[in-house]
């Protein structure tokens, strides 16, 4: 089992550019989420999804958008990138139903200069 | 109400020595708190958890105890060691499927 894995490790954007971050499980997890951690603050909830087709806002949605289309893949999409979204982006699964850890990919830091 | 509070910001013990980490949340339907450890360049791994029917949870040198009525937990880490240098957050959740995270502890353990 590879767990989570996420791509790109780093990636440096211009403002205005648009990026995929991609996320990938094998785990068959039903529950995947995405989080954004910025230095003091913890992690915030961008986006998650709780199966195929299904997805909902977290605490910080703006700026971003997610498709669910397997259960294996939940991307990323960053639309006219601001610096504000410079930090380091964490996906996890989880498999829902009673089951609640969640399982971390290794992140991907992100630059918007 | 999603709010949960987390310190010290940061925490220096000597090798042997206790680690304390406090957390306070206001949702009082939160039912799963778990601790995460996160190493440099790493995503967060879990370390325990706990549910509101108990007061303390162990595993090893790792404990949590948790005071339902006044919405605090607690992490300890007995017996510190350099290699439990990282980052802790405390996080909460209702039903499991969103966790609202603390904002972190960097834990220093020198030798």
């Known amino acids: 089992n590879a767990g989570v894995t996420q791509t790109p490790k780093f990636r440096i954007l211009k403002i205005g550019q648009s990026m995929t971050l991609q996320c990938t499980q094998d785990?068959?997890?039903?529950?995947m989420y995405w989080y954004r951690q910025d230095p003091g603050m913890g992690l915030k909830l961008i986006y998650y999804s709780v199966g195929a087709g299904i997805t909902d806002k977290g605490e910080v949605p703006n700026g971003y958008n997610v498709s669910r289309s397997t259960t294996e893949d939940f991307p990323l999409r960053l639309e006219l990138a601001a610096p504000s979204q410079t930090s380091v982006y964490f996906c996890?699964?989880?498999?829902?139903?009673?089951?609640?850890?969640?399982?971390f990919g290794p992140g991907t830091r992100l630059t918007v200069t | 109400q999603q709010q949960v509070k987390q310190s010290p910001q940061s925490l220096i013990v000597q090798k042997g020595g206790i680690s304390i980490i406090n957390c306070a949340y206001e949702?009082?339907?939160?039912?799963?708190f778990p601790w995460y450890q996160q190493f440099p360049g790493k995503g967060p791994a879990l370390l325990i958890a706990i549910r509101p029917d108990v007061s303390e949870k162990k595993e090893g040198r790792f404990t949590i105890s948790f005071n339902k009525s006044a919405k605090q937990f607690s992490l300890h880490i007995m017996d510190s060691q350099p290699g439990d240098s990282a980052t802790y957050f405390c996080a909460a959740s209702r039903g499991g499927s969103r966790l609202t995270f603390g904002e972190g502890t960097q834990l220093t353990v020198n030798p």
């Open positions: 949702n009082t339907a939160f039912d799963y």
């Open positions: 785990m068959n997890h039903n529950y």
């Open positions: 996890a699964s989880s498999q829902g139903q009673g089951a609640y850890e969640q399982y």
